[in-house]
């Protein structure tokens, strides 16, 4: 019976924490006037990039170590999203992206210039996120851009492991939107990269 209970009381604090959580998110009317005020950092995974790896004729312009690649549909994301961004303008501070082809490609087709690479949002193949890394992009996700927003262009294993209760697993192309002002860089938003042409 006690165990019960305590179970029972377990699940109503979950559940309340959760609820907590929830109504800190931003609901569709309320992100984009927030993101133009700027402050938060778009945190985002690469868009589609199938994990089949190119061969030397199939390869992409530039892909000179055959890695993965977008295919036509993370093109034509990418693009979408890119104007989508500055339809809404959304000012971009810095755009700052791992070293793998598929990121430079996901930031190229979006249309964005001057773009950072920054090895604390690289996934190694087989090795994963190390410590050293994790621990300087938690870092980084505290820091308020001075203006505008930053956006990161990264991995699903970078994000996992700075966000490890997130339900469900990121898509290719989704975004996180984090407020880095807030304790646990609070998550406020949720963006699949085909939603934003719709806000």
């Known amino acids: 019976m006690r165990k019960n209970i305590q179970t029972l009381l377990s699940a109503f604090c979950i559940s309340l924490l959760c609820g907590i959580a929830f109504s800190q998110q931003l609901g569709n009317e309320e992100l984009i006037p927030a993101l133009r005020n700027g402050g938060y950092i778009i945190f985002m995974r690469h868009a589609n990039a199938p994990g ?18 977008l295919d036509e549909k993370g093109r034509f994301d990418a693009r979408n999203f890119g104007e989508a ?3 809404l303008q959304i000012p ?7 070293p ?4 430079r490609q996901t ?3 979006a249309g964005f210039g001057d773009v950072l690479i920054q090895d604390f949002l690289l996934e190694e193949r087989m090795v994963g996120v190390t ?17 505008g927003n930053r956006l990161f262009i990264s991995h699903s294993g970078n994000i996992k492991a700075s966000f490890p209760e997130l339900d469900p697993r990121i898509e290719q192309g989704e975004a996180l939107i984090i407020d880095p002002t ?6 406020i938003a949720r963006v699949k990269i085909t939603e934003w042409v719709d806000f």
């Open 52 to 69: 089949e790896l190119p061969t030397a004729e199939t390869a992409a312009p530039g892909n000179s170590n055959l890695e993965r690649q």
């Open 85 to 87: 961004i500055r339809r």
């Open 92 to 98: 971009i501070l810095t755009v700052e992206r791992s």
């Open 100 to 103: 793998t082809f598929r990121t």
């Open 107 to 109: 930031a190229e087709h």
């Open 131 to 147: 410590p050293a890394r994790l621990e300087r992009l938690k870092e980084e996700l505290t820091k308020k851009p001075a203006s």
């Open 182 to 187: 807030q304790s646990n860089n609070v998550l």
